[in-house]
Structures are given as C-alpha cells and as structure tokens.
C-alpha cells in the first residue's frame, strides 16, 4: 500500500520533467549557442573566458552569472540543458523528493500510523528514534543531512493533496462528513445525538409595538437531527450573536411553567452541525460549545444540502405562515401589495390611534406571531407521527439519561457571557467604552497592570450586569466581584468610601506577600552567601576613612536656617492619600 502511495505521490512530477521540448525552443536554445561560443572556444577557467563571459552578458543585459548557467548546461546536457536553463523550463527533479524511497515510506507510514492531530514535530521524533540510520541522509557534495521537521510536514502536505490519500487522515465523523456531502444524508443514532442549527427569514409581516416598527421577522432555531424535535427556537428583528446565544441556551434548558410537560426536549447534544456563517464561525460561539461539551462540525462551504433536516423544518414553518394573516411570500413576485398595505394601515391605526380594528383585519404582533408558531410546534409538529412514533416520543424514547442534564443557571450565565480582556489601570479601574469602571469590594486594585476578564452578562433585560474575573496560568478562571462604573466626583462620599475598599485590599495583599517572603526566604540561597562559599577564608576589612570624623564634620557647612512659613507650611506637608489631602483643604476654607 504505501510503494503505491509514494509513486502515486511523485508520478505526477516526472510526467511533467519528461515533457519533449518544441522546435521553437530548440531554435532559440541555437541562437544562444551562436552568441555563448566566444566564451565556449576559451579555456574553461581562463582570463579569456573570464573576459568572453563579461561581454556577452552585457551585450545579453544579463549578468556574468547567468551566462556561465548557461554554458555550464549546454557542456554538461547539451542543447537539452541550454534550452531548459534559457527558457526556464522544470528541473528534471522537480517536484521529487531527493530523499531516499525508503525514508519517505517510513515516514508516510508513520503519519498513518498515528492520530490526524499528532504533531509533525512528534512524527518526527519518531521517525528519527526508531530509524536513525534512515533519517541521515547523504548528499553528493559527501555531506550528510538529518531528516528536518519541514521535511515531514512536506511529505505530510503532499498526501493531503493526493485525492485518495488525503482520506487517511480523516476521522469517522471526516469520513462520514464526505460521504455526506455526495449522498445528501446527515445520520443521527438517537436523539441527542447531532443537532443542527440555522437561521432564516419568516415569510410574514408583523409589528413590534416596543420598535413600533412593522418588518419581516428572521427565526433562528435548533432541531435534534434523529427525532426532528425542535430544541429551541427564537424571532428577532435581525440576525446577531444575541439570538444565536439565546436559541441555544433555550436548547440547553429545561423548559419553564406549562411548557415543560409539554416540550420535554432539553440536554446537551454530542455534535453541533452548523453552516460557515460569521456568528457561528465567532471564538465566543465556539468557546461556548466547547464550554458545554459538544462537538462542532462545520458543513461543507457552498453545500447546503447536508444541513436539509432543519431547511425541511423551514420550509414546514413556512406552509404554516401561508394560513396567518400578514403572509409576503418568500418574494416580491409572491406578494400583495395591496392586501399587505391596507393591513399596514389597520396596524399603525390599531397601535398608535387606538382605533378597534379586528385581529384578522391587522398585522399580528411579535409576541402574538410567537406564540401561534409555540401552539403549532407543541400541538402539531411534535406530534406528527413518523415511522410509527410521533416526533415527542422518538426522542422521549432514545434519548439518553447521560444527555438530559440541568445545567447551573449561574455557569450557563458565565459561559455565555461577553468576554473583553481589559488591563486594570493604576487607580484599581478598568475602562469600557471611555467609562472607568471598579469592583466596589476593591478586589481589582490588586491587579494593577495586569489582564483581567470583563465577562458581560448575556440576555439582561435591563442594564447588563458585569463581573471581572482573573485568568492564571492554567486557565482557571478567579472571580473578583462584579465590576460598576467608578465614583467621578473625587470629594464624594462614593469615592471614599471605594478607596477605602483599595486600600484595605492592597494592604491585605501586601500583608500575605510579606508572610509569603518570610516563609520563603533562605539566606543560604543569597549571591552574597553564594560568594562566600566559594572564598571562605578571605575576609574583606573595610577601608579606613581618609580622615577623622571630626575633620570631616568640622569641613561640613552650617545648614541653611529654614524660612518659617507659618500655616502655609503645613498645608506643603505631603498627605498619606486623597482623603488627608480632602480634609486639610476643608479646614483650611
């Protein structure tokens, strides 16, 4: 299999090495032969061809270099090398390894042999440990090279672009990923086990009263691959980040209320098949996925049908807008304009004027559109039988106890939360859109001028909260506090009171960083100790002074007297912090 492999692998070169040469070629190689032969009838290192060779390649307008190339081809491959030196055609080796047949088979070997994720310098390693005769590679000129890590990544990159060889280095999902991709077919064993995820436009008009607004709504929704089960769903006015968190973390959690009888679907499902779009393809989606455990799987760009599960479900949903009021087509040609605009009207004359216009004579509302779509999927979709069972009872049936976890609200809400890096600043605060802000507990003043985490928290209804956290070495994560906007007004109470909380946390940190030295220190392990152990028996006297102290004090001159400058020279007295400095200012006015 792998002789096959490394002549599948180099065959290609020498078909393109083996290419006969045109006449045309071979003309122009001859007039350059006519124009090289001052050089080629002198002596092969003489003055006089030294010199021939200068001519000819200024009157070439080449350099000297090229033109001993050229003779140096013509005198070794004749008129063959000329042409192929002049017009730049493949070197015979092109595209070959100069490494020896055996040495490439071992190390193709090797890479099969091993995970696709296994590093080239570990496929290396191996190699040059377990072949070490193979790996040193002589050379002509008699030196011997060792077989280099650019070396087997090239040989590596050579198979991947092979048709056939490529698929050694595909997993079972890989594997059944291209299969896919031609059949058409995404494959689940249970329910739980795959879900896929997309987005698209509602063929319907509504109007949001909170944006007193009237537009085509877009519906993001999650559904398990086996059982056809919707996970979670979501509407929004445009596609964002927001609504890509929102529908999967209502796919994570248990429905609430009424819903949860109902709409049982709920866990963690082993892959996530998603498209190539910018909010799945985002580091925060998928720090996401990864956090929760699932896999991603990426579709093909540009193939669509593999993802026909949750498209089928769109085109479902669709039919069913067919039967509300406010239906546009999937296009303009699909649409009318006229029902649609006496419908805008009643709408904007229901909502803004008060008017008792009928439910089927206006536009329904975001919420009321929702909740249609929620009745149908709990009443009619999930309970459409397929291959004898409904949809609720395939995955009641097959999904496994492992998968149906609750997840914390609290985890879920630090996993789904932004993640900014920020650098705290000198004064314990961190800045966000041109707003410093702090931890009232004083915990971020013991990071100063270093990275600290603002995770915001997602789906707040409100002002979003926000927590700052420190990330270490290992990539645990240590909670610091929620973080608010920083005091501006330095005579405040506020601003007070939160350098009071700095200054207990800092000397709280000091203090353990003085027991931490205690408990650390080793004079043994001082450079002074150091040097001593290597010169024990010298003993350095200090030098005497040039001259008795009294001399020396005799020669000082007298310090100047001090000014008296009354009250005003303790208010030049430096203050400990800004409160001493705040209360000097206010007993002096």
Known sequence: MMVRDSRTITGQSNQVSSAPLSSTDLDEATDLRESLMPALTKRPGSPERREAIEQIA??????????????????SMGMVGLARAARKLPRMDKGAHRLPHELVQVVQSTLISNPPGTSIRKIHDIVTRGVPELALVPRKSGRVIELSVATVRRVRQEMLDDPTLRLLFADADARKEYIRTYSGQVMAAHGNDMW????????????????DAIYRPRVQAVIDVYSGCIMGIS???REDQDQADLVLARSLMRKYGALDAHWPMRGVARRLYIDNGKTYKSAHFHRIVSGIGMEIIHSRPLVSHTRGKVERFFGTLHQVERALVGYCGENAAKRSNHELNRLYRNTL????????????????????????ILKWLVTD????????????QHFVQTAPASTLIDLDLYDLSLLFARWEPRTVRSDGTVLIDKVAWTTPNGRLAQY???????????????DPRRLAAYEDRSGRFQMLGPIAPAPTAADSLEAAAQ?????????????????????????????????????????????????????????QPEAAPQPDLDGFGDFLKPAEDMDELLRRIREDN
Request: with cysteine; glycine share 4%.
């Open 196 to 211: 896929q995820m997309d987005m698209t436009r509602c063929d319907i008009m509504v109007y949001d009263p909170d944006k």
């Open 235 to 237: 509407f929004s006015r």
């Open 381 to 392: 979709y999930h309970q459409t039988v397929v291959h004898g069972l409904t949809r609720l």
């Open 349 to 372: 004359a229901w909502a803004r004027e008060g008017r008792n216009v009928a439910r089927h004579e206006r536009l329904l509302t975001l919420a009321e559109y929702q909740e249609v």
């Open 448 to 462: 100063q001028r270093m990275k600290v985490v603002v995770m915001t928290e997602a789906f707040a209804l409100g």
């Open 499 to 555: 350098r009071r909380a700095n200054r207990a946390a800092t000397k709280e940190q000091l203090a353990e960083a003085d027991g931490l030295r205690r408990e650390l220190f080793n004079p043994a392990a001082t450079y002074e100790a150091h040097l001593n152990r290597g010169m024990e028996d010298v003993i350095v006297q200090p030098a005497p002074l040039p001259a008795p102290r009294a001399r020396l004090a005799a020669l």
């Open 58 to 75: 200024a009157s070439q307008d080449v350099s000297s270099r090229t033109i001993r190339r050229w003779i140096s081809a013509f005198e």
